[in-house]
Structures are given as structure tokens and as C-alpha cells.
């Protein structure tokens, strides 16, 4: 497996970075992850979109033109011969001193790994998630943007400890008001009839690109999709839930906190959604 490293490829085992990158001192810089099906990555202008303006927004300046950047992907995709992967794009602020000021930084590290797609089991696509909410809260959009995908997870990573420490693999984080944000690493759609409601970016959620992707599918289906804050309770007595993510693609959810939702199993509009992403994602690679 060979790794993209600040211009050149090397080997999985000597790919590594100085203990003064402030990306692992301080969690200082930027990522993707990004999906690529059939030779074909998905939506990588909307990736590289995000991506720069993650890095905009704490004055990160990325060494590489948008342009560029995609040569970068594509002849990593091709230097691991992958044509179903996922690829993880990292920018560091790269090595300074100890101090927390980024300017001791003389430049970036740009690392882009591309590996084999280890997909989720089948069987969680058929029997769907128990989840729960946490405590840990999503930060304020007026602090730091959740729509700045940074290095910083720990808020994310909290997510995480509290729901395997609760028995599952995936829980809800609220925002300060207590309306739903999104999962550890992945966003959250609740059904109501052929209404699909998502949170709004101000609440505290990513935009995420599958997200965006099934928002643009559905109302293609017909479903009436908005964006508007919603709490637990509308969770629990929604028809289904549902998840997305570059990795886990839309994935239902069947118990919030203990409360069975719908039939407590995937409902019908979720399993088609599923299978109008996968379709899609195809024909989209075709044009
Ligand atoms: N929310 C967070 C915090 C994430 O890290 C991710 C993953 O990238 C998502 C949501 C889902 O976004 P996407 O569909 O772009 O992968």
C-alpha cells in the first residue's frame, strides 16, 4: 500500500510524521474521507469544496490548487490500483514547536492514503442500529463551525466511548439547546409519511456530502425534505431514522434510547433511499 506524502508515495510502513506536526500535537489541520465506487470518486468537487474551506476558516492554506489536489487522489487511487475505495485526505499545519502558535509551521503536510473498502456487514444493513444519545454535546457554530471538519474529534470520539460503554455502536449528539446535531461521524434523517427531516447546518451538524446527495435523491423521488431542527422526542416517535455517511452510505436505525421506532426494523422508505443511493452513485460515475 503506498501513501501520499508531502510529494512523494511510500510504503504503508514508512509513512509517518514528526511528533511536532501541531496535527498530532494539537489536532491542528483538516480531512476528507471520500468514497470512490467503481473507479470513481464520488463527488470529489464537493470533498476539495469542503475541504478548502475547512482549511480557510482556520487559516490552513493548502500547497496544492483544487486541481491539483484531484491529480493527487486520482493517481493515488491509481499508484493502489483501487477501484473501489475509500480515501482519507489529510492536511496538517505541519511541524513547528512545541507552542501552540501556528505560525512556527513553515508548511503544511498534505498525506492522502487510499484503501480498500472495508464495508459495514450486511446483516447491520438488514437488522438496522440501536443507538443512543449522549451527553457529550456538539460544539457551539458560533465557537468553532461544525462545518469545519478539523482534526480536533474528540467531541466525536466521546460520542463514541459513551455509546460502547451504553451497549451500541453509534449515538446521537445533541447541541447546547438540546436540539438532535448528528452522529459521531455520520447525519441523522427522521420519516415522517414522505417527509424526511434533517438538522440544519446552524444546529450543529456537517454537511455532509451523502447527506446533500440524499437530500437532491429524494426530492427526485418525490419526498418532501427539510432541513429544521428537531428534538428527541421527534426521534422517538418518528415513523423510521436513519443515518448517512461516506462510509456507512444510509443505514437505519430501529431503537433510540430503548424506544422501538416504527416496526423495529428498516422501514420502507429508508431501505429505498438505500437503494436509490446505491443506484445513483453508479450512474453518476457513467456520466
Ligand atoms: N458528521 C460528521 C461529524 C462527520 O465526520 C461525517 C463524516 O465525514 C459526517 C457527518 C458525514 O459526512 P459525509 O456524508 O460527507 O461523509
Same mark, same amino acid.
Given at each position: 500500500q503506498w501513501i501520499y506524502l508531502n510529494g512523494d508515495f511510500v510504503e504503508k510502513h514508512e509513512a509517518k510524521i514528526s511528533v511536532y506536526d501541531h496535527g498530532f500535537l494539537y489536532g491542528d489541520g483538516v480531512f476528507e474521507g471520500i468514497r470512490v465506487y467503481e473507479g470513481n470518486v464520488f463527488r470529489l468537487q464537493e470533498h476539495l469544496d469542503r475541504l478548502y474551506n475547512s482549511a480557510k476558516s482556520i487559516m490552513l492554506s493548502i500547497p496544492h490548487s483544487k486541481e491539483e489536489m484531484k491529480q493527487l487522489v486520482v493517481q493515488t487511487l491509481q499508484k493502489n490500483q483501487l477501484s473501489n475505495a475509500y480515501i482519507r485526505l489529510v492536511i496538517s499545519r505541519g511541524v513547528g514547536n512545541?507552542?501552540?502558535?501556528? !505560525? !512556527?509551521?513553515a508548511r503544511p503536510q498534505v498525506i492522502i492514503i487510499a484503501e480498500e473498502l472495508a464495508l459495514f456487514p450486511k446483516e447491520l444493513y438488514e437488522s438496522g442500529l440501536e443507538i443512543v444519545t449522549v451527553a457529550t454535546r456538539r460544539n457551539r457554530p458560533d465557537v468553532l463551525s461544525p462545518k469545519v471538519k478539523s482534526l480536533n474529534y474528540l467531541n466525536n470520539i466521546l460520542v463514541k466511548i459513551e455509546a460502547s460503554l451504553a451497549g451500541v455502536s453509534e449515538a446521537l449528539m445533541l447541541n447546547d439547546q438540546g436540539y438532535v446535531a448528528e452522529g459521531s461521524a455520520d447525519n441523522v434523517f427522521i420519516v415522517k409519511g414522505t417527509e424526511l427531516l434533517t438538522p440544519p447546518g446552524y444546529v450543529g451538524a456537517l454537511e455532509g456530502i451523502t447527506r446533500n446527495a440524499i437530500i437532491e435523491f429524494a426530492k427526485d423521488l418525490g419526498y418532501t425534505v427539510k432541513e429544521e431542527p428537531f428534538t428527541r422526542h421527534d426521534v422517538y416517535v418518528a415513523d423510521e431514522v436513519f443515518l448517512t455517511g461516506t462510509a456507512a452510505e444510509v443505514i437505519a436505525v430501529v431503537k433510540v434510547d430503548g424506544r422501538v421506532i416504527g416496526e423495529g426494523k428498516p422501514g420502507k422508505e429508508t431501505k429505498r433511499l438505500l437503494e436509490a443511493f446505491r443506484e445513483r452513485v453508479v450512474i453518476e460515475g457513467e456520466k
Open positions: 512545541l507552542g501552540l502558535d501556528p !505560525s !512556527s509551521c
